[in-house]
């Protein structure tokens, strides 16, 4: 029989045994009244010899080694039915516990998926990505020319392969239309290990200059543009002007840095950046390492192939170094803080939550004192209560954790959905065993830490004292205990209060910045050019001129321009620059934010002209080269004398005349502009870009207008003026400035949010701890206040005694928190950019509103306190 | 009610074993062979016989079967397992050679060795 048998048919079991121990008594009568006793007498001597039935059947029981389960089993059963017998206290209890352990397990299940699993790869942990490092140790896209040379290089690394940004339109099949697209080298899916789900990969035949037109279509656009139709291998697909013949189809779901439609081959790229080793056009790399390889190895490899560059091209690549980590580092970003800063602060939650719960099963734990001095009166150890009453927390722990699962599978999505800007690897979060695992340990370890409590207080002592005093005095351990509790509560508060003060200034701080510019009204495009214009470069500028006048003679349009970069936009371009006719040594001069402009950039914009003029239509290729700079620039580079009318030398354009200051543009969004390593910013004339790079502008380039109606109902308008006589050509990733700009304090609006959410509940959560402890430590001294008052204590005196009560735990749980709150302050200064230390107001005025809020849930026990009636107070006793 | 029984720690086990392994046999009548086959020396107090058959049954050296008895009551008949047949077999030799030793020790004459 095995112990579950025993433990499932006990009722059989103990039927069982009944009968034996009654046979054996049967049968000793018989035998006792065959020997010539009476029938009685027979009956008494059997009951004699075989001792008290049930003493018998208990050591029967005990000797059975399933005992403990069997407890288990009644204690479960117990706290059960003690929860059943009060209700309001299960259904308050399990609602915390429920917050607490859902929140937390929200928090762990985007950790798990977005930080804990493998990629969705083979091997994943071979899958490394790779930077060039300019000498400040930042990380730079790669020049094609440095990555063949590594490819071909490298031993440590097996395969390699590169993929770089192409969105265009997709003409043919169906309507025309925008789309997402990389071109990639030869081998990027057989280096990710992932096999297509129809055709091949590219060879290295068709990744050269002059291959054939070749593209690999996403599993999506193939349902959507073929029907999933099988004769769409070796179909043709119409991308940008290019007919491509299909050699390949993703499989679904299958993301490569967010999703993407087409794939062409980047060898066949012919852009002049790409034939350039010190032109950096966005070219990302991941490589697989050999089986048997390290990553430190690998990496020593690469700093070594980066000498061997550096020598050979030292115009190029002199100073640069080659970084290699984790491919996984690379897709997560820098998330891996905030996603801990949070499970740290709802683990505070979490924390009131359980402390919530302790001091209500504490209080009822002391009501039931008599009860529990009675069992052990009765027989039951000390080990057996403590048991019991961990059991109990733990049925409430298990339950609360259930339904917290429930809250978090409900939960997740949405809270996925507000992450500003999206999460990498969203898709892979989901509740799988390591998330239900976590809550059913989260919600254990509550259990315990809220039933040990209780169970530790069980009475072992002086048992007729307890047994005598009743249900009515409180002991000095019994309110210490609360009042610890109370001060946790209130520290924790605290930290959150004030960490969701803080951030809430920061962002109140952010929000008055000025941006450098004016967003309102202004709507901002990226255009795919017509490919019929992409054949020269004079028909480049032609029809970019052509968008810029129709736009202009729009009703509706104050003024319109083209930029090769959005401010707060998410990219940059950066140029070298010097002062002097001499160049630096290569890799070595100051560097710049670039910005390729049209004349009325600085109108649609509004930035403030501090001196000189901006660009005209004359500022063109022929004429004196001509650029604007910022405040910023003209204080760094021209120390103390005219910036204006001096000269500016370019890398790649040459001496350039400085003719207008303009004000400083916050680039990298409102609150990371000040700490940003550079910011200076130079402005050159679209029209002074030599034609080799005028192909590259066609994808390039974004628009910018400046409306006098709201600027989205313009779109309509804006999109048809684009379109011309051009039937592909379009305008995609619209979005209005003051998108823009309120985009760059997401992260912080979005942790001011869940902060406010936490603090909200830890305030609540910490309040209703306090009202209820204080409402059990006031009732518990009702006869005292009634010996007080009758010895002639007023309303008011009593009122203030139990005020002084909680106003002790609080200052003391305050003080704690201002600590823990300090801490974190420190914390948050370094992972949200445009956060200040701690400021001493908002940690006055967050622990005012503490304070204030804790003293009202105490004042409402304690005006009933003062409005005891002394007479009937005291005839309870 | 009768003390607790005279006999050494552990014995009862092996008394046990013993009745039962001469066939399947109830409580009752173990109780009473052990009383007949030592001649009343052994006075099996009731109190521990059956929580002694429940552990030994527990530990699957016993295992039992509901039968009728010849008087047509069904009762609890308890027969010996393989392991329990191991375990008296190494528990008898063990018990022998303690008895062996006992004695070797107790017939010392007085006045030392030779």
Redo the contacts between chains.
């Keep these: 029989m095995s112990w579950w048998h025993r433990l499932w048919r006990r009722e059989e079991m103990e039927e069982q045994l009944d009968k034996e121990v009654c046979f054996h008594v049967d049968e000793q009568i018989a035998d006792l009244i065959a020997q010539g006793h009476t029938p009685g007498e027979a009956r008494r001597m059997a009951r004699l010899a075989i001792g008290g039935p049930e003493q018998l059947k208990e050591e029967c029981r005990d000797a059975r080694g399933t005992r403990w389960l069997e407890d288990l089993w009644q204690d479960f059963r117990y706290a059960l039915r003690t929860l059943r017998q009060r209700p309001g206290f299960a259904v308050v209890a399990l609602l915390t516990l429920a917050l607490g352990i859902g929140a937390t397990t929200v928090m762990f299940t985007v950790i798990n998926g977005v930080l804990l699993k493998p990629l969705a790869y083979p091997h994943p942990d071979r899958l490394v990505s790779l930077h060039e490092q300019p000498a400040n140790g930042d990380e730079w896209p790669f020049s094609y020319l440095n990555f063949r040379d590594c490819q071909h290089t490298s031993l440590s690394i097996a395969s390699m392969a590169a993929w770089k940004n192409r969105g265009g339109t997709v003409s043919a099949p169906g309507d025309a239309g925008y789309v997402d697209g990389r071109e990639i080298t030869a081998g990027v899916f057989s280096t990710l290990g992932i096999p297509l789900d129809r055709g091949r990969e590219f060879l290295p035949s068709e990744d050269r200059p002059g291959g054939p037109p070749v593209a690999i279509i996403s599993y999506h656009l193939w349902q959507s543009r073929f029907a999933g139709g099988a004769g769409a291998i070796g179909a043709h697909v119409v991308f940008s002007g290019t007919a491509y013949t299909v050699v390949g189809i993703t499989p679904p779901g299958f993301q490569f840095f967010a999703d993407a439609d087409i794939f062409t081959p980047l060898g066949q790229n012919t852009e002049p950046t790409m034939t350039d080793r010190a032109m950096h056009p966005g070219i990302n790399v991941i490589g697989r390492l050999r089986p048997e390889v390290t990553l430190a190895q690998a990496q020593a490899e690469m700093s070594l192939i980066a000498r061997q560059l550096a020598a050979q091209y030292p115009k190029a690549d002199a100073g640069r170094g080659i970084s290699v980590k984790p491919l996984r580092r690379e897709i997560v970003g820098d998330v891996r803080s905030t996603l801990w800063l949070l499970l740290g602060a709802v683990t505070m939650v979490l924390l009131i939550a359980c402390v919530n719960v302790a001091s209500l099963l504490l209080a009822r734990a002391a009501s039931r004192e008599r009860e529990l001095a009675m069992r052990v009166a009765l027989g039951a150890g000390r080990g057996r209560l403590v048991r019991q009453c961990l059991t109990e927390g733990a049925v409430l722990a298990v339950c609360g954790g259930a339904l917290g699962v429930a809250l978090a599978a409900l939960g997740v999505r949405p809270f996925l959905t507000f992450w500003p800007g999206g999460l990498p690897r969203s898709g892979e979060v989901e509740l799988d065993w390591r998330v239900l695992l976590f809550a059913l340990g989260v919600a254990l370890v509550s259990g315990l830490l809220f039933g040990l409590a209780p169970a530790l207080r069980a009475p072992v002592r002086e048992l007729e004292s307890v047994l005598r005093a009743g249900a009515r005095t409180v002991t000095g351990s019994s309110r210490r205990l609360h009042s610890g509790f109370v001060m946790a509560e209130i520290a924790l508060a605290v930290v959150l209060l004030i960490a969701a003060g803080m951030l809430g200034r920061t962002l109140l701080r952010l929000s008055s910045l000025d941006p450098g510019f004016n967003p309102h009204n202004v709507l901002v495009a990226r255009v795919a050019l017509s490919s019929d214009t992409l054949s020269s470069p004079e028909h480049v500028r032609v029809a970019w001129q052509d968008i810029i006048d129709r736009l202009h003679h729009t009703p509706g349009v104050d003024s319109a321009a083209l930029a090769d970069i959005i401010p707060m936009g998410g990219d940059t371009e950066e140029i070298a620059y010097w002062t002097t006719p001499t160049a630096p040594p290569p890799n070595q001069a100051p560097m710049a934010l670039l910005n390729l402009v049209t004349p009325d950039y600085q109108r649609v914009m509004r930035i403030r002209l501090l001196g000189g003029r901006f660009f005209t239509d004359q500022d063109r290729i022929g004429r004196e080269p001509v650029v604007a700079i910022d405040d910023a620039l003209a204080k760094r580079a021209f120390p103390g004398h005219q910036a204006l009318g001096s000269r500016l030398w370019l890398q790649f354009f040459g001496p350039m005349r400085i003719v207008g200051i303009v004000g400083h543009v916050r680039h990298f969004g409102l609150g990371a502009d000040d700490t940003a390593g550079l910011r200076e910013q130079i402005y050159v004339p679209f029209a002074m870009m030599p034609d080799e790079f005028m192909r590259l502008t066609a994808a390039s380039m974004s628009l910018t207008v400046r409306t006098t109606v709201p600027p989205l109902s313009m779109l309509e308008a804006v999109r048809q003026q684009v379109r011309g006589q051009a039937p592909d050509q379009a305008i995609h990733e619209v979005r209005t400035m003051d998108q823009v700009v309120s985009g760059t304090l997401d992260p912080q609006r979005f942790l001011l949010l869940l902060f406010g959410i936490f603090a909200g509940l830890a305030l609540l959560l910490a309040c209703i701890g306090i009202y209820g402890v204080l409402a059990y430590l006031t009732s518990q001294r009702v006869p005292e206040i009634g010996v007080r008052m009758a010895l002639g204590a007023t309303a008011g005196n009593v009122l203030w005694m139990v005020l002084r009560q909680s106003l002790v735990m609080i200052a003391a749980g305050a003080a704690v928190g201002l600590g823990g709150a300090f801490a974190a302050g420190r914390l948050l200064t370094h992972l949200v950019s445009g956060m200040r230390p701690t400021e001493l107001s908002t940690f006055t005025v967050v622990t005012a509103v503490l304070v204030a809020a804790a003293l009202f849930a105490s004042y409402l026990p304690a005006r009933r306190a003062s409005r005891v009636d002394p007479v009937g107070a005291l005839r309870q006793e | ?2 003390a607790k029984s005279d006999l050494p720690q552990g014995t009862l086990d092996l008394l046990i074993l013993k009745v039962v392994a001469l066939g399947p046999v ?3 009548a173990i ?2 062979r052990l009383q007949q086959v030592s001649r009343d020396v052994v006075q099996v107090p ?3 016989l ?3 058959l ?2 030994l049954e ?1 530990r699957s050296l016993l295992a039992a079967d ?1 039968k009728e008895t010849g008087t047509g ?4 008949f308890y027969r010996l397992t393989r392991k329990g047949r191991e375990a008296l077999e190494s528990e008898t030799a063990s018990w022998q050679r303690l008895a062996e030793a006992v004695g070797l020790i107790l017939g010392l004459s007085e006045g030392g060795a030779q």
């Design positions: 009610m009768a109830h409580g009752y109780a009473q009731q109190g521990s059956y929580p002694a429940h552990r527990y509901w009551r069904e009762a609890k």
